[in-house]
């Protein structure tokens, strides 16, 4: 049974750096997309990156240069490296795969089946 599990939140000051971790059993996340997603209070879900099998990454124009997305084949873990935190990036990260075959992944979180449970990132002073 695919599982995924999100770690590493918590709370941090503006300016600051949190690394998320995406660990998965049942499968291989080499073989599959991995995304990142998040979803604050009263907001819609929305794509932050997402990494291919092939390791093209993407990422929403609110993180670029600051977010960093990379996958761990040892460890079978996808991480998301977040620098210069803010506190509009306050939100439920979530981390989900696309088990189709794909070229390049994408944000949109219909291609996604199989979610996490989610990490709450609390960016305040």
């Known amino acids: 049974q695919l599982q995924l599990v999100e770690s590493g939140g918590g709370l941090v000051q503006p300016g600051g750096s949190l690394k998320l971790s995406c660990a998965a059993s049942g499968f291989t996340l080499d073989r599959v997309a991995i995304g990142w997603f998040r979803q604050a209070p009263g907001k819609e879900r929305e794509g932050v990156s997402c990494?291919?099998?092939?390791?093209?990454?993407k990422y929403a124009d609110s993180v670029k240069g600051r977010f960093t997305i990379s996958r761990d084949n040892a460890k079978n873990t996808v991480s998301l490296q977040m620098n210069n935190l803010k506190p509009e990036d306050t939100a439920v990260y979530y981390c989900?795969?696309?088990?189709?075959?794909?070229?390049?992944?994408?944000?949109?979180?219909?291609?996604?089946?199989?979610w996490g449970q989610g990490t709450q990132v609390t960016v305040s002073s």
């Open positions: 989900a795969a696309d088990r189709r075959i794909v070229l390049m992944c994408g944000l949109s979180d219909r291609a996604f089946g199989d």
């Open positions: 990494i291919s099998s092939g390791s093209g990454t």
